[in-house]
């Protein structure tokens, strides 16, 4: 069974950037394309960014386009959103998602607050 474990949250200030982290287990890591979704406070979940298993398609929400960066190191089993210029309103608990055909694996999210 799929597991996906995220690290790297925490409190930082406007303009700050931060580095999320989400490493998968219980599959071959390859296999699967991934996503960082996020919760911000008293909204619906929303889609960050997202890397396939293969291929450079990546997709990122336009608010978050040219600051925030997804990767994956195929051989750490490890997918990575660098966050910089952070701002307020990316205040949100970030999840991680993979999906390999119909199967889908969400984390247990990790908290990410912007405030100064």
């Known amino acids: 069974q799929v597991q996906l474990v995220e690290s790297g949250g925490g409190l930082v200030q406007p303009g700050d950037s931060l580095t999320l982290a989400c490493v998968l287990s219980?599959?071959?890591?390859?296999?699967?394309?991934m996503a960082w979704y996020r919760r911000p406070p008293e909204k619906d979940r929303q889609m960050v960014a997202f890397i396939p298993a293969v291929g450079d398609h990546i997709k990122y929400t336009d608010s978050v386009k040219d600051r925030f960066i997804i990767s994956r190191d195929n051989d750490k089993n490890t997918v990575y959103l660098q966050m910089n210029d952070l701002k307020p309103e990316d205040t949100a608990v970030y999840y991680c998602?993979?999906?390999?055909?119909?199967?889908?694996?969400w984390g247990q999210g990790t908290q990410v607050t912007v405030s100064s």
């Open positions: 998602y993979s999906r390999y055909g119909s199967t889908t694996t």
């Open positions: 219980g599959g071959t890591f390859s296999d699967y394309a």
